[in-house]
T-cell receptor, first 112, second 117 residues
Framework: GESVGLHLPTLSVQEGDNSIINCAYS??????FIWYKQESGKGPQFIID?????DKRQGQRVTVLLNKTVKHLSLQIAATQPGDSAVYFCAEKRDSSYKLIFGSGTRLLVRP | DAGVIQSPRHEVTEMGQEVTLRCKPISGHNSLFWYRQTMMRGLELLIY????????DSGMPEDRFSAKMPNASFSTLKIQPSEPRDSAVYFC???????????????FGNGTRLTVT
């Protein structure tokens, strides 16, 4: 559904540990997914994307996993750093629609 | 690459005034989007342009909102007259391509924080 940002779930991790941020999407017809990072006072920053014909994609220190059976998307961040502290959004594009629908976001806090 | 450039960064205005937000997309990108972000509703798509033509404006709240894209390097979002409930952060984003068969990620500007008193 449409994003609602009133209460953000928070993930707190120790610096150097791996982080896993999860996202459930609603439409089985969605064919393109994007993860964004948003820092305070800035716009969403593109991290990584994945198309529905893939189940895994890796970038620099990040991996996105897509499980279409249960409509679940995850973002894994290796060796989490203080600079990774931000709100992370997953977004889905539904087949035959122009809209990119954003999830409600997860706040990642990295403890030094 | 300068990224998507938005101006102004902050705008404070009184109810009833006209507000114009500006956006310069990334050079070479043919798709442009206007989004609004609030605490209550998160990120909402207002309007989508492809090759300077409005394709989907179903997210525009009401007739007080209008958007134009006179050329490939400039777009405006206008609110006239503005109301306190329009207070939000407005983002512009551009993409190399967006459509049924090909999708390239949206790249966002740093937004305009609008406060209507």
């Amino acid at each position: 559904g449409e994003s609602v940002g009133l209460h953000l779930p928070t993930l707190s991790v120790q610096e150097g540990d791996n982080s896993i941020i999860n996202c459930a999407y609603s439409n089985s017809a969605s064919d393109y997914f994007i993860w964004y990072k948003q820092e305070s006072g800035k716009g969403p920053q593109f991290i990584i994307d994945i198309r529905s014909n893939m189940d895994k994609r890796q970038g620099q220190r990040v991996t996105v996993l897509l499980n279409k059976t249960v409509k679940h998307l995850s973002l894994q961040i290796a060796a989490t750093q203080p600079g990774d502290s931000a709100v992370y959004f997953c977004a889905e594009k539904r087949d035959s629609s122009y809209k990119l629908i954003f999830g409600s976001g997860t706040r990642l806090l990295v403890r030094p | 690459d300068a990224g998507v450039i938005q101006s102004p960064r902050h705008e404070v205005t009184e109810m009833g005034q006209e507000v114009t937000l500006r956006c310069k997309p990334i050079s070479g990108h043919n798709s442009l989007f206007w989004y609004r972000q609030t605490m209550m509703r998160g990120l909402e798509l207002l309007i989508y342009f492809n090759n300077n033509v409005p394709i989907d404006d179903s997210g525009m709240p009401e007739d007080r909102f209008s958007a134009k894209m006179p050329n490939a390097s400039f777009s405006t979002l206008k609110i006239q007259p503005s109301e306190p409930r329009d207070s939000a952060v407005y983002f512009c984003a551009s993409s190399l391509g967006w459509g049924d068969s090909y999708n390239s990620p949206l790249h966002f500007g740093n937004g305009t924080r609008l406060t209507v008193t």
